[in-house]
């Protein structure tokens, strides 16, 4: 998850995101512009759209904080991107015998 601003309103999902060293604004999935700091992009939404009566400062919205790239972390999508593949260790062997039908195994009787 990448760092961003979020305010819900009557409009739609406002949302700043950071992209690299730039700002995207965007209303839901729809990006309006890139920007060099987030205030910009702030300052370009509520001019852009006045009528949703976005919060002045980005204080007021709410920060959802980029989530850290823990070496378990990039394991485990890793593990599930192998398993997403195909490779289910959950699923079960089958063992296939070459013995044929009429061959009994050396030294095994039918009668137990």
Same mark, same amino acid.
Do not use: C
């Given at each position: 998850?990448?760092?961003?601003?979020?305010?819900?309103?009557?409009?739609?999902?406002?949302?700043?995101?950071?992209?690299?060293?730039? #700002?995207?604004?965007?209303?839901?999935?729809?990006?309006? +512009?890139?920007?060099?700091?987030?205030? +910009?992009?702030? /300052? %370009?939404?509520?001019?852009? #759209?006045?009528? +949703?009566?976005?919060?002045?400062?980005?204080?007021? #919205?709410?920060?959802? +904080?980029?989530?850290? %790239?823990?070496?378990?972390?990039?394991? *485990?999508?890793?593990?599930?991107?192998?398993?997403? *593949?195909?490779? /289910? $260790?959950?699923?079960?062997?089958?063992?296939?015998?070459?013995?044929?039908? $009429?061959?009994?195994?050396?030294?095994?009787?039918?009668?137990?």
């Amino acid at each position: 998850m990448m760092s961003q601003y979020v305010f819900p309103s009557s409009r739609g999902l406002f949302r700043i995101v950071r992209h690299g060293h730039r #700002w995207r604004s965007l209303i839901e999935a729809r990006e309006v +512009a890139r920007h060099d700091s987030a205030e +910009a992009a702030l /300052d %370009a939404l509520r001019m852009a #759209w006045p009528q +949703a009566k976005l919060p002045p400062f980005l204080s007021e #919205w709410r920060y959802l +904080a980029e989530a850290p %790239a823990l070496p378990h972390a990039r394991l *485990n999508r890793a593990t599930t991107t192998f398993r997403s *593949n195909g490779a /289910d $260790s959950s699923a079960t062997r089958l063992r296939h015998s070459r013995r044929t039908l $009429s061959r009994p195994s050396r030294g095994v009787t039918d009668h137990g």
